[in-house]
Structure formats: C-alpha cells, structure tokens
C-alpha cells in the first residue's frame, strides 16, 4: 500500500510541477505579448528583448502562484481511475449507497466536493509542518524573526510534502473515494 501513495504521489507532484510552470509560462508570454502589441509593435532590438524578458519574468512570478491553485484543482481528477502498485483510486457516483457505484469517467464538476475536502485537508497539513518548522526554527536558530527561513519555495516544498499525508487520509476523510485493489 505505502508503494502505491509513492507512485500516486510522485506522479501528482509531476502533474502539478508542469502544469503550474505551463499556466504560468503562457499567462506570463499573453501578457507580455499584449504589451508589446499595446507598445506599437517597436523593432526587437537587445534592450526591447531584455525588457520584454523583464516583463515576462514580472507576471510569471506573479501568476505561477494563481497557476498552482488551478493545478491543484486540476491534478485531482488525475489521482482516479489509474492503476498504480496494484492499486487505484476510485470516485463513488453516491457515498450513501450501499452498493459500489464508481464514476468511470470523471469530468471536473464531479470532483468539488472531493477536492473542498482534500484542499482543506492539504492546508491544515501545510500549516501543521508550518508550525513545527517554526518551533524547530526558533528551538535551533539565533535569529530574533521568527519567520526568517519562510519563502515561497519552502511553502511549495511543504505542499508538495503534504500532498503525500493527504492522500493517506483521503480515504477516511472523504466518504467518495475508495482505494480498491486492481
């Protein structure tokens, strides 16, 4: 069982590394690239191509975080119907029925209840490794801030983290989904 939280693990964090770079990279390049229509088309010289970079480089950290919140919601209806370790997870049409009902085709309004719960479960785990950071931080650090060593890389790196325990707890959190044995 825990090889297949591994694989659905790893294969969800590839999911959501490329889509988040890939919404971001082309929000990023459609505004850049309006922008330099808006500016009259001028020729590509070295200093327009830098500043176009500049611009780019602008809105990409700035939609990469809007990017991950669409990945993440996107990246749910992936962990279903795939076969990982002998294993796979699987969305009930009705949690109240009692005979195994399970959606073959999964389309994305099937899933706002199921990733209401995980995404709230994904946030208490990233606030709980927050606080244990903090502790440790403070317990072992000289530093007088408090939240010194927090930045937007570790925050990723803690969801990505938590999105392995998340899955562990699907399951018992959420009465839709069923881990059955292929």
């Not at 029925?97 to 399970?102: C, D, F, G, H, I």
């Not at 939240?147 to 998340?166: D, E, P, Q």
Request: glycine residues 2%; proline residues 1%; charged residues 15%.
């Amino acid at each position: 069982m825990h090889r297949f939280y591994l694989f659905l693990w790893i294969s969800w964090v590839l999911r959501v590394i490329f889509c988040t770079l890939f919404i971001a990279s082309s929000v990023a390049f459609i505004i850049t690239f309006v922008i330099y229509i808006k500016q009259g088309l001028p020729d590509l010289s070295q200093e327009i191509i830098d500043a176009l970079f500049d611009v780019w480089q602008f809105w990409f950290v700035i939609s990469i975080n809007a990017a991950l919140l669409i990945a993440l919601f996107r990246s749910v209806k992936y962990l279903f119907n795939r076969a990982h370790a002998a294993y796979m997870m699987k969305l009930k049409s009705c949690p109240k029925e009692q005979e195994s009902v399970y959606i073959e085709e999964i389309a994305y309004g099937d899933l706002v209840k199921v990733w209401r719960k995980w995404f709230i479960l994904l946030i208490w785990l990233v606030g709980s490794f927050m606080v244990i950071a903090t502790i440790i931080s403070y317990i072992f650090s000289s530093s007088t801030a408090l939240f010194s060593w927090l930045n937007i890389y570790i925050l990723y790196f803690f969801i990505l983290v938590a999105g392995y325990f998340s899955f562990t707890f699907l399951e018992s959190r959420c009465k839709n989904v069923r881990i059955v044995k292929c």
